[in-house]
């Protein structure tokens, strides 16, 4: 859905950028416009509206992408004691990395489980099932 929703917003910057460029453009054909309406109607619906809309498509697409960055830029990584938090009896870096609030990608969990297992914080235990389970070290 993320992914989807970024390109939504790349798309609406492409769009805003093209209209912006079709309404400036649009400005050359005056000169060869015989009567003051159609001087009038073509500066209106082939230049001003083209400007207006695609520089509001650009901005709001940028808006959109400036939201989908801040749970990535805005909270600081979570300390290792949080991590050991999510931990209780055992769980899988699956069920890990599906905590959104993290705001960590699942290779960068990955890391940082692992960096805790070096550090003898936690322990790698793998089941009956061959599912790899992060346990507190009771040590």
């Known amino acids: 859905m993320r992914k989807f929703l970024n390109f939504a917003a790349y798309f609406l910057v ?3 950028t093209i ?3 079709f309404g400036l453009v649009s400005w050359i ?6 009567s003051l309406s159609e001087i009038f109607l073509g500066i209106i619906y ?14 709001f697409g940028l808006n959109l992408l ?3 960055t801040f749970v990535k830029t805005k ?3 979570p300390k290792d004691d949080e991590f050991m938090c999510l931990i209780n009896e055992g769980a899988s870096l699956q069920d890990i990395s599906s ?12 890391h940082r489980l692992d960096s805790l297992v070096i550090k003898d914080k936690l322990i790698l235990d793998l089941t009956e099932e061959g599912e ?5 070290n009771k040590q």
Do not use: A, C, Q
């Not at 082939?46 to 901005?59: A, D, E, H, N, Q």
């Not at 905590?99 to 990955?110: A, C, P, V």
């Open 19 to 21: 209209l912006v460029s």
């Open 29 to 34: 054909s005056i000169p060869s416009t015989k």
């Open 99 to 110: 905590n959104r609030y993290l705001g960590l990608s699942e290779k960068e969990i990955e």
């Open 132 to 136: 790899l389970l992060y346990r507190k």
């Open 66 to 68: 400036d939201t989908f």
């Open 46 to 59: 082939l230049g001003v509206w083209p400007l207006m809309l695609g520089i509001s498509l650009v901005t």
């Open 75 to 77: 909270f600081p990584p």
């Open 14 to 16: 492409l769009i805003g």
